[in-house]
């Protein structure tokens, strides 16, 4: 049974007078534990399809069914429930940057515990060995007291791993978490993703821009084109042809060395 049903998801805003379609009824299903890469040009409405599915966005129309639960019909107190389990890795990182890189991993609890306990910085014990030991499965452990802002751009997202992986998660959505790093950093931000899906069985999906990553760590494939899904299968069945369909006639595949 898939883990993750999506029917006819529409997303529309309006600008003016006019309506603008970043989803145009879009249609999948992904199974259980797997690591989906989630591809498309810039605006193919990749970011907002990710947000959709833990209503970050709401949808305009369809429906989002999440191990058997309506996302699309939740309401507030479920939502909640259901966030917890869902983490999310952003492409810029989203930290706190005056606050410490503990804090910024502890911030992944919030969900569990007393509100009033994270106005004055307060968590339980077993919360801060807890995130001591998500920072030493990415490998910084010796950077928890280490300002956020202190970090280079590949220990920032290192640290948005583990935060979200202190919400226990069932999903993890990366919002392109390697656009901003270099193609060395890239993979080493996709392969402690990896490891956390292969070993942890946490589901995994990422929105990429570059298809060698796709071809390296993808177990199954999504593109967009303007907000319509364009191809779904697996990444060793994207030919020349399926990759203009996807990003347009005049694009050209390119490696890490241009990446």
Not at 93 to 104: A, D, E, I
Not at 135 to 144: F, N, P, Q
Not at 167 to 187: C, G, K, N, R, T
Request: glycine share 6%.
């Amino acid at each position: 049974m898939p883990i993750i049903e999506i029917h006819n998801i529409r997303k529309e805003y309006i600008m003016g007078l006019q309506k603008i379609a970043a989803l145009r009824d879009v249609s999948l299903s992904i199974e259980r534990n797997e690591y989906v890469a989630l591809m498309g040009p810039s605006g193919s409405g990749k970011s907002t399809l990710l947000r959709c599915i833990n209503r970050l966005v709401e949808p305009t129309s369809g429906q989002i069914l999440w191990n058997g639960v309506d996302v699309t019909a939740a309401p507030a107190e479920e939502l909640r429930r259901i966030r917890r389990r869902i983490g999310m890795v952003f492409q810029h990182f989203n930290l706190v940057n005056r606050s410490s890189v503990l804090t910024n991993v502890l911030a992944g609890r919030l969900g569990y515990i007393n509100p009033a306990f994270s106005l004055i910085n307060r968590f339980p014990k077993e919360d801060i060995d807890k995130a001591l030991q998500k920072l030493e499965r990415v490998g910084i452990r010796d950077k928890a007291a280490v300002r956020a802002d202190e970090l280079s751009g590949g220990q920032q997202q290192r640290v948005g791993i583990a935060r979200a992986l202190m919400q226990d998660p069932d999903l993890i959505l990366a919002d392109e978490p390697v656009a901003s790093l270099d193609p060395v950093l890239a993979h080493s931000i996709m392969t402690h993703l990896e490891q956390i899906n292969k070993q942890d069985g946490i589901m995994v999906i990422c929105s990429l821009h570059f298809l060698d990553l796709v071809q390296r760590y993808a177990d199954h494939v999504i593109a967009l084109n303007q907000g319509a899904l364009v191809f779904e299968g697996k990444a060793k069945d994207i030919d020349d042809q399926r990759f203009k369909e996807i990003y347009g006639q005049e694009a050209e595949r390119v490696g890490d060395a241009k990446h």
